[in-house]
């Protein structure tokens, strides 16, 4: 059974040291697959270094992500844009793009620039977004909504909502909501909220590394490997068996990514 990490930080600090034994514990547990999102100007260099490492397995995204936008978010896009032009049908995605208002709204309107921008890329490239939102779902539907037509597709990521909030990113038929750790976590309504609402043909599993590591690993860096928790907690809750969910997220990764 094979499966797909459509979320890694792969190019992090926290993996400098043991990144060729991160990979194999990861392919050794199924994942076939894993997409790696910059988050600034420096990180595009460094994900598309890992990326060249494990060709044909590890495959990037490039993009702005909000809690990076400052004042000189035009000057970061400016050096992003040649090098997504320049990437020869590497690059994957526009990610990891979209709102973050969870701290601060001091750049509320710089993100919502930047983030409109790029959503013109993926528009223009056809390339899917990989979208981060937290505490400005509002702020990304209205926007989103005036590219509907045009979109793409994409992802979600980090889906944590409730039922309503996940009917209303649902209307985007092109994306899929990315489901990772918090999934296991004991607190969390996404077990009861996602058979619901969500037909298997909207998700796609993501670990988010080295982040919100699932439960059994909770308060461990995360890894690729562990994204086998997040697939068993999904059947669990579907009641269906776990190669029913791998089959249906890599289709979905395939439709939304074009990857096969």
């Not at 990180?43 to 909000?66: D, F, N, W």
């Not at 056809?126 to 994409?154: F, S, W």
């Not at 994204?227 to 776990?242: D, N, Q, R």
Request: with cysteine; hydrophobic share 40%; charged share 25%.
């Amino acid at each position: 059974m094979n499966f797909i990490d459509t979320h890694t930080h792969l190019d992090g600090e926290e993996f400098r040291e043991d990144l060729p034994e991160v990979v194999k514990r990861a392919q050794e547990a199924g994942v076939s697959k894993v997409f790696v999102p910059a988050i600034d100007l420096p990180s595009v260099k460094t994900v598309m270094e890992v990326c060249r490492q494990y060709p044909g397995y590890a495959y990037p995204m490039i993009g702005l992500h909000p809690e990076e936008v400052k004042s000189d978010w035009q000057q970061v896009l400016s050096g992003m844009k040649p090098l997504l032009d320049s990437s020869d049908g590497e690059v994957i995605a526009i990610g990891e793009v979209g709102l973050d208002y969870y701290w601060s709204r001091e750049f509320e309107q710089e993100q919502l620039a930047a983030f409109e921008e790029q959503v013109r890329w993926s528009v223009k490239t056809r390339l899917p977004l990989m979208i981060h939102c937290r505490k400005a779902q509002n702020e990304m539907v209205t926007l989103l909504k005036r590219y509907k037509a045009d979109l793409p597709g994409g992802v979600f990521h980090c889906f944590t909502g409730n039922a309503r909030e996940a009917e209303e990113l649902l209307q985007f038929d092109r994306f899929v909501l990315g489901i990772g750790g918090v999934l296991t976590f004991k607190k969390s309504h996404l077990p009861e909220v996602l058979p619901a609402v969500v037909p298997l043909d909207r998700i796609v599993l993501e670990t988010d590394s080295p982040y919100m590591a699932p439960v059994p690993m909770r308060g461990k860096r995360n890894e690729s490997a562990y994204v086998k928790y997040v697939l068993e907690k999904l059947a669990e809750s579907y009641g269906v068996a776990p190669e029913v969910i791998a089959e249906a997220t890599n289709a979905n990764v395939e439709r939304v990514f074009k990857i096969v």
